[in-house]
């Protein structure tokens, strides 16, 4: 699933790309995506809709519209928004198309049919019916926060962090990556977490996801940009899918475990 500097990349793409267009019609060839179901109220609410911007919250893709209102986006696992003059048949996981008023179109695909497409009548409304996590560039996101957040869980980090209640956006990828970075073993219980090694965390934290955007993301199966393009921080990532290498730190070679059913991947030299 895309993470964090991933849907960051999508958003600023997308926003580049469609701020202003006004969406003329809509096609939908499965209408999965579509989480309230009403296919017809879905496309007039969208209709002759003015796209403002396009921003990031979590791992939401929010499209903020003129007049009033707003479509909502989820990636999960391999959904894709795409820019194209295509007005053919539909590719084979072409699921939504808003045709746009300059000509283009606005393709949502999903070869597994896991992401999802809502209308509402408020973004503001939306975000604060919905229990998200911090954001890790927000002020908010500070060591004293992480602190006595962590000192009334009983929880690994590892699993710590990738709760999106807790802080939003972190997934598997980035998760063991911070970890080694900040030298802490991902099965730490967080009660024992110091202060000091939580200024670290956060610290490490907005590195590597600032790191990630301006790489434009991690691509290691589906992640694509709005232009088809693909993600370069797979090349930066250091101890993340490299079970058996040795750490470029110390030597140690890098080991994997599996908690809650997910691989992490740390330094046992680097991460004690």
Known sequence: MPELPEVETIARGLDS?????????????????????DLEWFIESLMDREILCVRRRAKYLLF????????????????????????????????VRFHLKSGRVLSFSDL???????????????ENSKVLGCEPFS?????????KQFSTSRR???????????VCGIGNIYASEILFRSRIHPCRKTKRVKLRECK?????????????????????SNFRRVDEKTGEFQ?????????????????????RLVQQQRSTFYCPGCQK
């Open 139 to 147: 002020d908010g996101f500070d060591a004293k926060w992480l602190k």
């Open 112 to 126: 597994r049919c896991f992401g999802t497409l809502e209308y509402v009548d408020s973004l503001e409304a939306w």
């Open 17 to 37: 790309s469609v701020r202003g267009e006004i969406i003329e019609s809509l096609e939908i060839f499965r209408s999965d995506p579509i989480i309230q179901g």
């Open 200 to 220: 670290i965390l956060v610290e490490q934290t907005r590195s590597i996801l600032e790191e990630a955007i301006k790489k434009n993301g991690t691509s290691i």
């Open 156 to 166: 690994e980090i590892k699993p710590a962090l990738l709760d999106q209640k807790l």
């Open 235 to 255: 090349n930066f990532l250091r101890v993340y899918g490299h079970k058996g290498n040795p750490c470029r730190d110390c030597g140690t070679p890098i080991q």
């Open 64 to 95: 903020e519209l003129h007049p009033s209102g707003g479509l909502i986006g989820h990636l999960r696992m391999t959904g894709k928004f795409s820019l194209s003059l295509h007005y053919g048949d539909p590719g084979p996981y072409e699921r």
